[in-house]
């Protein structure tokens, strides 16, 4: 079982990281667009730590979170945003294209649903040759409305997947409200058991409750019934780049956000668990300690030299 304090350590770990990129961002050392997961550390947390090992994930173009929870490696993913050679794709991927097969993460692509029939894929191969593990992939409510996502959820309750959806719902598709995107009937829950694929619904601000349901509901996706869990979230940040505030959020202020953030309850919870403000705030410090040494660490590394352009290019 993991204890409160190693959950606090992840999420911590990602919102620390976040933070740090953000400062690199502003200071143009990532040339590229950055799609900040802060607000969302439960979600993937909560999902991953309910994983086995041979369980594989994949995500969308918001994915450090995803993959710092999978178990990647932070270095390698601050290379892999930097260009750097070192990074998990050899700096040729960029933020939007995590991937790391060492730790089952398949990898991360920004075209909105185009991880989901990959996820499907997966979760066939899995069947096809008896594995006991899943595939769990991630993405946005905005993502949930592309057609191929549909498509997906049929064929995966037709051929009885070993599948999760987690659809990070944070009420936002770029800068458009869910609500002036989707009729007022619209109902999530009908259209996937629609499809025969089981549906919960989390608080995914709150660690404890999508850890509950994604454990719930992986023991049955194990056996075969596809799933999706939307968590209830929000993103603290700008939809790309570290601003913390934009105008278009009128009924989202950012005290409500901040008054719910996930990282600051886990603290909590963790300190009421019995572990010592001193034991907590130490590993906060050996944590922030990590994230700046693996930042310096990316800075210091090279480029890939130009001979590799075509290595690892698909033509
Ligand atoms: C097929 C496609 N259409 C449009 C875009 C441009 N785009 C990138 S992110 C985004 C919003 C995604 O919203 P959501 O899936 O809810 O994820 P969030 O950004 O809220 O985490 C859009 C429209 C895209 N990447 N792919």
């Not at 802060?38 to 995803?66: M, P, T």
């Not at 960029?94 to 894929?121: A, E, Q, R, Y």
């Not at 709150?206 to 999706?228: C, F, N, Q």
Request: aromatic share 8%.
């Amino acid at each position: 079982m993991i204890s409160p304090l190693e959950s606090y350590k992840k999420m911590f770990l990602i919102r620390v990281a976040e933070e740090e990129l953000a400062e690199l961002y502003k200071k143009e050392k990532i040339m590229s667009f950055v799609h900040f997961y802060v607000g969302q550390e439960a979600v993937a947390v909560g999902v991953c730590d309910a994983l086995q090992k041979g369980d594989k994930a994949l995500g969308n173009h918001r994915s450090h979170g995803h993959y710092l929870a999978k178990g990647g490696d932070l270095k390698k993913m601050i290379c892999e945003l930097l260009g750097k050679e070192n990074g998990s794709a050899h700096g040729k991927g960029g933020s939007m294209h995590m991937i790391d097969k060492s730790v089952n993460f398949v990898g991360s692509t920004p075209i909105l649903g185009s991880i989901v029939p990959i996820s499907c894929g997966s979760a066939f191969e899995q069947k096809y040759n008896k594995k006991p593990d899943v595939t769990v992939a991630f993405l946005g409510d905005g993502a949930f409305e592309e057609g191929i996502v549909y498509e997906t959820l049929n064929l995966a309750a037709l051929f009885k997947l070993p599948l999760l959806l987690v659809v990070e719902n944070n009420l936002f598709a770029t800068n458009t409200k869910v609500k002036d995107r989707r009729s007022d009937t619209h109902n999530v829950e009908k259209i996937v058991t629609g499809f025969g694929v089981d549906y919960r619904r989390a608080d995914g601000n709150d660690y404890e409750d999508t850890h509950k349901k994604a454990k719930e509901i992986l023991a049955s996706v194990r056996t075969g019934r596809p799933a999706v869990l939307e968590c209830m979230t929000y993103r603290h940040m700008a939809h790309s780049g570290p601003v913390f505030n934009e105008d278009y959020r009128e009924e989202d202020i950012l005290e409500k956000r901040l008054e719910k953030d996930p990282v600051k309850k886990m603290r909590q919870i963790v300190v009421n668990s019995g572990i010592s403000e001193k034991e907590v705030t130490g590993a906060e410090e050996e944590i922030k300690k990590f994230v700046i040494n693996s930042v310096d660490f990316a800075l210091k590394s090279k480029y890939p030299p130009k001979e590799n352009i075509y290595t690892d290019v698909y033509a």
